[in-house]
């Protein structure tokens, strides 16, 4: 099956400060979420972008299909932040099921 | 317009006994499909249902496992016999069509003491 590979595992850093996350992919993808998982376990979607760039406030995503990866960025990061980043996709029409990566895992840092 | 609703949000059972978890996809959508999250881990798929079909059951385990989603009411995800390793936060998603963004419910976290 499909890979999907997420770095850096884990990050800390102070409010305030920006963020890249990068999601790595080892096949052709038709559809690439992502999803901020907060610390009640809830799973907030953030992006659906299987290709192109998308901003919403201080978050935006960029995929490039042809390479196979897609980065998110956290720009001055709040506490709110904080917890678990998926990227996940979606490898053909049809099949539909998504694909999650290891997550990163965020914390912000008052 | 509502979100994708699951119930309970929390079960506990005891070893051997039945788990039923429930899902009301979005209002309009058609497509329902089940994940589970084993502690610290990321999500992985179960099963991909359309209304009265199963679509898609090759992340299911094939024993005490089985889903459905009748013409009425809401998606069925039943564990029978449950066991310790079946504790993790199972959650539902829904989409409209094939290939759109899939929306998910808040979870349900099963407990198997």
């Known amino acids: 099956g499909i890979q999907v590979e997420q770095s850096p595992p884990d990050l800390i850093l102070q409010e305030g400060a920006n963020s890249t996350l990068r999601c790595n992919f080892s096949?052709?993808?038709?559809?690439l979420q992502w999803f901020h998982q907060n610390p009640w376990g809830q799973l907030i979607n953030l992006f659906y972008?299987?290709?192109g760039t998308k901003q919403n406030g201080r978050l935006s995503a960029t995929t490039v299909a042809t390479e196979r990866y897609s980065l998110l960025y956290i720009s001055s990061s709040q506490t709110t932040d904080s917890g678990v980043y998926f990227c996940a996709v979606e490898r053909n029409f049809g099949n539909e099921k998504l694909t999650f990566g290891t997550g990163t895992r965020l914390t912000i840092i008052p | 317009n509502a979100g994708v609703m699951q119930n309970p949000r929390h079960l506990v059972r005891r070893r051997g006994q039945e788990a039923r978890l429930r899902c009301s996809p979005m209002?309009?959508?058609?497509?329902v499909y089940w994940y589970r999250q084993l502690p610290e881990e990321g999500l992985k798929f179960m099963v991909y249902l359309q209304k009265e079909n199963i679509i898609d059951e090759s992340g299911m385990p094939k024993e005490r496992f089985s889903a459905e989603f009748p013409k009425e009411g809401p998606s069925i995800l039943r564990i029978q016999q449950v066991v310790r390793g079946d504790s993790a936060a199972y959650f539902c998603?829904?989409?409209?069509?094939?290939?759109?963004?899939?929306?998910f419910g808040p979870g349900t976290r099963l407990l198997v003491l």
């Open positions: 209002k309009g959508h058609s497509h």
């Open positions: 998603a829904s989409s409209g069509t094939s290939g759109e963004t899939q929306y």
């Open positions: 972008i299987p290709s």
């Open positions: 096949d052709s993808v038709n559809n």
